[in-house]
């Protein structure tokens, strides 16, 4: 029998091959000639032409959907661990939380692959992910929509996602950032790139201010379903349309949800972010000629009389808010936070501050406004910003009589000074009693001559009160055991008073400084983290510093350390016992 197969059903294949008028006749002469061998096999043997069906295309809708979030909505693993691998978050960052850019939004996950890719792989995937409204919940607006298809329009895919996503929440992200931008607050044409080079170039930002308000207008009758926002800009003129866009004051500017809803519960998120953390440094807001234009967003939903407002804030889930480089209009915040009014509790968590320039900053009483409506604050970030104050020693003495804010559940605070005297200021405002992890650093502009002298502001972290006072004496931070310190230049006297006052210390990480101070840590565990001063590759050493000063554990983060690395751990070592 197996003779017989393998030596006619070849035979007859190649003679059908060359002979048979169509793929029917061949067929049937092949199942002649194995006719004998199907009695053998429960299964008859089909031919190529037959309809195949993979296996995952046998697999339920249900679970294919599921699928397609996974490969939609979840990050890169590489990319995700990248802030778990700095240790202490040691490393330079653009901002004061050293945050990932998934952070900043979900939708700015590098690896997140758009469901259109799903959408065009064949006519089931497509039914598959169109029913799925949890896949287009993430609308990212970038430069490169308007450089794809000019002819289809601006943004398309954005009416698109908000179609397709029915009434699930939304996480909107907006990057109106040019890579290549000259950091000028206005385009450019025939620029003088130098007096002493006879050229010039012309320069114009893709990302306009029509862009903002016509992507705002599309996405802005949704806001009442908005999980997250998150807009950032490399000019303040496309962040002042989208401010103006956000404050539904003016309904001929701006399309408006219809029915206009008095609250949005469902926003838990709001980034607004101007990148040009250079203009914080100037005294003097830029452009100066918008200076005074001050807005808030979601302001209109405030516009009516009070007796109308629900019991609940307007925003009564916002649990994150960065403002960095944006300003608003500071005296009216609280009440978009928490007003009077209102019978619950604020349940914003995490608050960042940062890059304001002086002029635009909040008074102390506007920025103790905002603390008062925060109790419910886990991390307060702090990075070239904060309340105006006089820049002088005399007026930052801690004579201050006014109480601190209590924020109670407080457990982080960064705070990055360009001035030490304002910093201590800030320091009067707040109750640092339950803080357990505390981040200190010089953010002052890279342009500025001489380092600041932080012996002020080390010697106020170590004591809350002036000599005469009752609590003088008392630790600013009695529980933080995790210690940060970036680019503080001090005394060595000033490390070992400011070491003293943090009995609870365990995690010390040292960066870009001399580690000095040290004799306050000599009869004490304390894990060291330690990156030497002007180390151009990223190292890193990690030890543990025990009461006999012997350097248990020492690892080098990279395989092959620069020059000079062991003589700066080395000595940064041996300073716990000399200086």
Known sequence: MHRSLTTTVPTQHNAATATAPDAASRYK???LFLGPAQRHYPQPIRMASATYQAPIARLPVELLSYIFLLGAHTPDPE???????????LGEGSGSLHERSDDISPCASSSS??????AAVCRHWREVALNTPQLWTRVCVTIGDLMHDEASGWFPAVSRYVSRSGRCPLDIYIDARDPEWDFSENDSFGAIISPYIDETYDYTHPFRVEHMHYVLNILLPHIARVRS???????????????????FENPQFVSRPNPMPKSLPALESLVLMRCNEFVSYNPLFSPAERRDSVLLPFSGLLSAPEPLHAPTPVLPGLRRLTLSGVHLDWSSLPALLHPPWSTSKPVLQRLELSYHSPEVRPSEAEFRGMMEMCDSLQSLAIRVSGPRSPTTPSACSFTHRTLPVELPRLETFEL?????YSAMHLLETINFDSVKRLVLEDASSPARDETLDADPLLWACSKVAAPSSSEHGRPLFPRADSVILRRVEASAEAFEAFYGALPNLRELAVAHMFLLGGKALADRNVELKFVPPDVPAPTLSAGLLSADHEH????????????GFAVHVGTAVASLGVL
């Open 552 to 563: 248990t554990r020492q690892k080098s983060a990279l395989d092959r350390p620069c020059p």
């Open 79 to 89: 990319e995700a661990g990248l802030a778990d691998d700095a240790p202490g978050g």
């Open 229 to 247: 926002l998150a807009i950032l800009t490399d000019r303040w003129a496309p962040m002042e349309t989208a401010l103006e866009c956000l404050s």
């Open 416 to 420: 990055g000074y360009d001035d030490v």
């Open 113 to 118: 692959m758009p469901p259109d890719v799903f």
């Open 29 to 31: 002469q092949l199942t």
